[in-house]
């Protein structure tokens, strides 16, 4: 346990290296919300994934400052010590907001795992050093355009891929993919694009052996997910649906799913995540991490959480140089050969922040007291 002296929050924005377009739009500029912890002479971080638009989850940029500098940030300065555990008893009265509430409990888990020299790896109880990835594709104009950017990730060495699907962008995305390479490991993301009057286009779809089938209806439809279950063979994979482990239950006992991609600040946090992969773990229902186009924080939490036992399948966690041409964090994750990417061994999250790089993209900044 240990007493929290400051906090310092900033509003960053960082250009991508290509416009990413889902169901819900486009983001060409990603901004997020950096977290700095000081304690008792140590410093740790987190990354607030909620972005300018409130698309992916009603939290954004905005919502997150308020309710953490109101509501979360008091708990903590307030409290003669802190670690996680009390953190989310403290702040079980406040309601919702899961991706602010993930993103200080992402800096308590740092400053814990530092305070014992371990990696965060290591303390969240993983045992791989390095993870599968695989690359999430954003929808493309054409084609032929889509044909030619998977083609630069599989030379990159990507070997699983994931596109990204809307209505009138589906079948025909996959065909042409699947026509060029018949083998490739390729799951496809409607980002709730859907409903079930379109289970025809996904019974189609299920001659293309995709490997998943990720949220195609709203996240608050189980029971549409498991009628569409129940007619296609591809497992559908669940993520905007599983907001915790009572989600991730229900969705299992209903066969909503079979397959859950974890992202620990759509859960609420790392330790929610956790609980997800001890359930799941217990039953063989296969897990991979998700990604919110991270920064190297973000990222570097992402491959700790990847490296538990019961992340079998590849993670979308791609390398640095997918996402940023600068990072505000070193060193920059890049792809080995066989489509792994290394999980930090350093203390904490394993990473250091570049303060010059990081100051660049701050557009606003706040100390706490
Ligand atoms: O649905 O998985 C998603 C990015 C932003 C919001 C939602 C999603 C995504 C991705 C990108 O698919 C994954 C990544 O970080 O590479
Ligand atoms: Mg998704």
């Not at 740790?44 to 919502?63: K, L, N, Q, R």
Request: charged share 25%; with cysteine.
């Amino acid at each position: 346990m240990m007493h929290i002296d400051r906090i310092e929050m900033r509003h960053v924005r960082m250009r991508l290296v290509s416009p990413f377009r889902t169901s819900v739009g486009v983001e060409q500029d990603r901004d997020c919300l950096i977290l700095r912890l000081f304690s008792e002479g140590l410093q740790s971080w987190g990354e607030c994934v909620a972005g300018s638009f409130p698309g992916y989850s009603y939290e954004t940029i905005d919502t997150a400052w308020h309710v953490l500098s109101e509501f979360f940030f008091p708990l903590l300065l307030k409290a003669n010590s802190m670690d996680v555990p009390s953190f989310r008893r403290a702040a079980q009265g406040i309601r919702g907001h899961p991706l602010a509430r993930a993103a200080l409990e992402m800096g308590l888990w740092d400053l814990e795992a530092k305070r014992r020299n371990a990696s965060l790896a290591n303390l969240l109880g993983g045992e791989k050093d390095r993870v599968p990835v695989g690359v999430s594709v954003g929808i493309q104009p054409d084609s032929s355009t889509l044909l030619q950017v998977v083609a630069e990730y599989v030379e990159a060495g990507y070997r699983r891929v994931k596109l990204k699907i809307e209505p009138g962008c589906d079948i025909g995305a996959v065909q042409a993919v699947r026509g060029e390479y018949p083998a490739l490991p390729l799951q496809v993301d409607a980002n709730t694009a859907y409903e079930i009057e379109n289970v025809e286009m996904f019974e189609a779809m299920d001659a293309y052996h995709l490997l998943m089938i990720e949220q195609p209806f709203a996240g608050d439809d189980l029971l549409d997910h498991s009628k569409l279950q129940a007619r296609i063979e591809t497992p559908i994979c669940l993520d905007e649906s599983i907001r915790g482990l009572r989600q991730a239950r229900q969705a299992l006992e209903i066969d909503a799913g079979r397959i859950l991609n974890i992202k620990q600040a759509r859960v609420g946090g790392l330790q929610e995540a956790l609980a997800i992969h001890a359930y799941c773990s217990g039953r063989n229902v296969p897990l991979w991490c998700g990604g919110m186009l991270e920064t190297g924080i973000g990222r570097a939490a992402n491959l700790a959480l990847a490296s538990l036992p019961g992340f079998t399948l590849p993670g979308d966690i791609s390398a640095s140089d997918r996402y940023y041409i600068d990072d505000i964090a070193t060193p920059r994750f890049t792809l080995n050969p066989d489509s792994t990417i290394d999980v930090p061994r350093g203390e904490g999250l394993g990473v250091t922040v570049d303060m010059d790089a990081l100051r660049r993209f701050t557009l606003r900044s706040q100390s706490y007291p």
